[in-house]
């Protein structure tokens, strides 16, 4: 009875960051560069308060739209960090990770044949929600721009379908950024048309010699904006699965339904622990950029070093590196990279078809482990006798 199974859902691939992730999962022999997952502990002060939170039975129902206090402390936060204003009562919303913060946004403003423009390579996750509501991803290939997407490039892409533009910025999975003068020629092309922006700034926290930027904080835009971030990547808390969406009150109240019969509330505990996380600026978190930044330069240097062409990454834990002169498509590449060398990253490809000819390496990994897996990879290109130019 496979053929009354939505065929929306019949049509989405699987994750091909999952794909080599399960492969590779049980075999320690393998230095594992796949999965974008801090390997820092979540802050020790954060924990506490998610246990004591248990053990003073706070294990109910929270309001739907998430702890009071907690919205509170997230107003606060974007606030402090990013100049962004916006009410905890009617314009914040807690979710289930960012996951169904993207989820929940999309189905809110997405119809059956609308159209979404959004850049590539790029995360795979948006393209199955967006087929979900039955609307159209527009890609927009962004290789020859530094995987920037720009104003013009969003020009020759709008249509009178033209429902939303996804800003995915710090990018996964290439690492780079939007500076505050590409994001004001963004907003200047779309403060006057009737097109709304999802923002994911997951990684946000987590850009090296400059600071974030939220086309929200440009005149005209919040109101049109559906800002999306969480704690899973700067707070080192992807298990505790607490995101939060930013939206003018006539989206949220709208995204609060999809919320409340999906999931009811997130996790009380999470939520507790997230209120400790944001309250203050931790240490920890310093401290982990900080790590996050060591490691980028070094990873940088060594891909480098071997001669494969790689772009700066100035934001999230991610280098993008073509291994286009190697003759081997991206999975081909990573295929073998596992059997011969037992190091694990994930090809272009899975990032939509303009990821091809490329791989994702994550610094969110020991020093230790970077090192040993970038000599694996070294000796890997050795042997394999490929030429590449320097």
Sequence with gaps: MLHLVNKNV??????????????????????????????FPTPENVINAGIKSLEEKRTGYTTNAGLPELRNAIGNFVDRRYGLKYDPESEILVTIGASEALDIAFR????????????????????????????IPVFIDTR???????????????????????LPYPSNPCGCILEKEELQEIANLLTEKEIFVISDEIYSELTYGTNHHSISSFPGMKEKTIVINGVSKSHAMTGWRIGFTLAPSYLT??????????????????????????AEDLIEVDQMKAEYQKRRD????????????????EGAFYLFPSIKNTGMS????TEKLIDQAKVAVIPGSAFSTYGEGYIRISYANSMENLEEGLNRLEEFLAKANIKVDC
Aim: net charge negative; aromatic share 8%.
């Design 108 to 135: 809110t403003i997405l119809e059956e044949g609308c159209e979404v423009i959004l850049p590539a390579p790029i995360y795979p996750a948006y393209e199955p929600l967006i087929r979900l509501c039955g609307a």
């Design 253 to 278: 109240e709208q995204m609060l339904k999809i919320h409340v019969f999906n999931t009811v509330c997130a996790t009380s505990a999470s939520q507790y622990a997230a209120l400790e996380a944001l």
């Design 10 to 39: 019949r049509q989405i691939e699987k994750s091909g960051i999952r794909k080599i992730y399960n492969k590779v999962l049980n075999d320690p022999s393998i230095v594992n560069f796949t999965v974008g997952q801090p390997d």
């Design 298 to 313: 070094y990873v940088f240097d060594r891909i480098q070093l071997m001669g494969l062409d790689v772009k700066w990454s």
């Design 330 to 333: 991206s999975e081909e590449f």
């Design 144 to 166: 020859e721009n530094g995987f920037k997407l720009n104003a013009e490039m969003i020009k020759t892409k709008l249509t009178d379908k033209t429902r939303c533009v996804l």
